[in-house]
T-cell receptor, first 114, second 110 residues
Framework: NAGVTQTPKFQVLKTGQSMTLQCAQDMNHEYMSWYRQDPGMGLRLIHYSVGAGITDQGEVPNGYNVSRSTTEDFPLRLLSAAPSQTSVYFC?????????????FGPGTRLTVL | RKEVEQDPGPFNVPEGATVAFNCTYSNSASQSFFWYRQDCRKEPKLLMSVYSSGNEDGRFTAQLNRASQYISLLIRDSKLSDSATYLCVVNSGNTDKLIFGTGTRLQVFP
């Protein structure tokens, strides 16, 4: 099993550009989430999904969209990048609800918005 | 007040030392508690869940104090490889959403 994979590992964008961060897992997990990690802030939940076709907002959803058309994939779209979105983005998945089960994280995407 | 608070450290300890971290949480309805470990520029990984009666995994012991709303992590016989940031994680009230602390950095020196 590859576990949770994320692409790209690094990305530099200009303000106003859009892009999609890819996340995939091969563990047949129903629960998937996107977090961002900033210095001094801890990981903050952006969006999450409890199964294919179902998504919901987390703590900091503004400026991001998600979709879950398959169990395996959970892409995160930045609609119009802003410097405040410079961060490290982690995707995570679990078999049970996140509060009941181990979350498996991808290696992260380091995004810089100029 | 943050929902989950940790001392950022760093805690600098020699090999073989015992070190303890505390984490406080503000929502008394929280039911799920975890410690995750994060190495520099890597993803977080589950270290251990924290159970009401306290639990131990080798050199690591986790405790929960519901009355004072804190959890603790004790590391005995510290190894160089224990150097990392330890994240306290608590579910938000009655929800499934997890709140991460900012982490406590541990540096073990020879």
């Amino acid at each position: 099993n590859a576990g949770v994979t994320q692409t790209p590992k690094f990305q530099v964008l200009k303000t106003g550009q859009s892009m999609t961060l890819q996340c995939a897992q091969d563990m047949n997990h129903e629960y998937m989430s996107w977090y961002r990690q900033d210095p001094g802030m801890g990981l903050r939940l952006i969006h999450y999904s409890v199964g294919a076709g179902i998504t919901d907002q987390g703590e900091v959803p503004n400026g991001y969209n998600v979709s879950r058309s398959t169990t395996e994939d959970f892409p995160l779209r930045l609609l119009s990048a802003a410097p405040s979105q410079t961060s490290v983005y982690f995707c995570a998945s679990s078999y049970q609800p996140h509060s009941e089960d181990t979350q498996y994280f991808g290696p992260g995407t380091r995004l810089t918005v100029l | 007040r943050k929902e989950v608070e940790q001392d950022p450290g760093p805690f600098n300890v020699p090999e073989g030392a015992t070190v303890a971290f505390n984490c406080t949480y503000s929502n008394s309805a929280s039911q799920s508690f975890f410690w995750y470990r994060q190495d520099c520029r890597k993803e977080p990984k589950l270290l251990m869940s924290v159970y009401s009666s306290g639990n131990e995994d080798g050199r690591f012991t986790a405790q929960l104090n519901r009355a004072s709303q804190y959890i603790s992590l004790l590391i005995r016989d510290s190894k160089l490889s224990d150097s990392a940031t330890y994240l306290c994680v608590v579910n938000s009230g009655n929800t499934d959403k997890l709140i991460f602390g900012t982490g406590t950095r541990l540096q073990v020196f020879p």
